[in-house]
């Protein structure tokens, strides 16, 4: 086992209450902060899925804090996109543990 994944095995991912908490955009152009994408792209696209897609893999492994689940997540939109998001298998379980609405998509 790779330094990675046992570190992404340990993390503590956060999780709301609710789904309902995410009200995040769901259209428009959204920029990250660099706290949560230190990428060069930080920019994404929110008419375009796979631009949704890594913007919400990257804020579910990254937030420290729960606004930034609400912030940028939109509870629909994650719905959608579930099943094909690629994200470390301890926050995944997390998510879907909390959520069985995410379980079933999956």
Request: aromatic letters at 10%.
């Amino acid at each position: 086992m790779n330094t990675r994944s046992r570190y992404a095995s340990r993390r503590t991912y956060l999780v709301p209450a609710d789904l309902s908490e995410l009200a995040g955009p769901f259209t428009g152009v959204v920029r990250l902060p660099v706290r949560l994408d230190w990428s060069e792209q930080r920019v994404y696209d929110l008419s375009d899925d796979s631009h949704v897609g890594l913007m919400y893999e990257r804020v579910i492994r990254e937030a420290s804090h729960l606004d930034d689940l609400r912030a940028y997540l939109n509870r629909e939109t994650l719905i959608r996109l579930w099943p094909h998001l690629y994200l470390p298998a301890q926050a995944r379980k997390t998510w879907e543990t909390r959520f069985r609405d995410l379980a079933r998509a999956a």
